[in-house]
């Protein structure tokens, strides 16, 4: 007969969740491949310990494309060791993490250059042109 | 085109922010709201296209602690860019204009945004003696009733004037209420705390700007998505608890090794609230986590719910054994433990508050 200790009625602490994720995560992957159809996961409402942060972290790797992005405070992309499986990370400061996602995609929404910004960084171009033949003409 | 013709798009883009910062600020929100990430275009649409709402922030008996909260967040921040898609035009503490004019600003806010603006008040308000709290000669329940009549929504913004705070205290001397025990008409959401936390009052309100509505809220009109949950059950001492292994005083083995502080009187299985996840002072650490127990800020009447360093065990009558047993089988104890005490609070709010009586000294002198 074995004898039980107080551990044994104790709740183990992992929440099994890892390999729930990497298997949605694995789905989410397919239906890109297959339909060119993205998928984001957030994070922040799947809980994990520690432990488990470190083995998913672990279990996607890293990949080709590490990018910091400063806007609005910093964030980070992260490129994982499998081609379309991205982890983003928003923060306010370099301590104070806000959002953290996986995004299942070509290329994170948050990289590509968007229309709004192209238009303003065209007037801004042009408006520095214009000066720069101005000057030249004085 | 005048200044509140403009779209929060135009007025980002005026301002040089990003496209991608944007996009950030409603990927954050989304998350703080626990909102599906298929959301986040939904938000950045709806805001990008709104025009900014009319504020008016009303400070009853309050201590401006509620201000400070929500003024002092982090910055470059999400919750100072919320700032910038609302049109704050009456918040006594920070405006520029003072006396007559200040009363201007809020009376020209609300006759052209009749029906439309957005209330929030932070305090609570007494109806015993008007003299107690008055703004510009008017008494705080007669501006809250005139105020509320043409707005759109009110939020209450920390425990005062949610749930009457402090001054609802016993003996209760101006015999304070709750907002909600005045306007009856009105939709009301309470963001309780002492004070709340700077995210939760600017996700309330981001969730307000993007949908149109308040968010699903629970039996004290908290937003379920902030207060759905106990500080217990998010706790990272949790485990200890589970253990059973408790602090027994501040400065014994087991404060020094972060165990948990259950018998030093922490409210956390009765508190709801989202201190233990996003933290405060810019997600520095949370109160439990710096060595002291939760106070139960966020919960009606916790000033007169016993002496914060009791434990909960001996409010509702569970006796140590009770609670060291609460090591062994884990959850069901300290669940116990909540729902008793919460029924012990629900006993102190049906009671009428004291009402306070002059001494003789007092009538004498009035």
Redesign the interface.
Known sequence: MTDLT?KD???K?ETGNVILLLNEIRHALRHLAETGEPT???L??IPMTKAETEEFEAALGTGEVHAE?D???P?EVIETSFAGVWRVI?R??E?????R?IEVTRIP??LVA?P??MR?ALTRLEARLELSSEEEAL | MTKTDLTLGDRLQARGVSRRAFLKYCATTASLLALPPTMVPHIANALESQRRPSVIWLSFQECTGCSESILRSNTPSIESMIFETISLDYHHTIMAASGHQAEEARKIAMEENWGNYLVIVDGSVPTGNMGYSTTAGESNIDTLKHVAEGAAAIVCMGTCSAFGGIPYANPNPTDAVAVSDVIKDKPIVNVPGCPPIPAVMTSVLAHYLAFGELPELDHLNRPKVFYGQNIHDRCYRRPFYERGQFAESFDDEGAKKGWCLYKLGCKGPTTYNACAVLKWNEGTSFPIEAGHGCLGCSEPNFWDAGSFYNPLSTATHLDAGTVALAGAVGVGVGAAAGAAARSQQKKIKAAPAKAFTPTKAEEESQ
């Open positions: 107080l009625f104790m709740p602490p984001t996961i957030d922040s409402g992005i806007a609005g405070g964030s928003h306010a400061s301590e104070m993490t806000l959002a996602y929404e948050i968007h709004s910004d303003a």
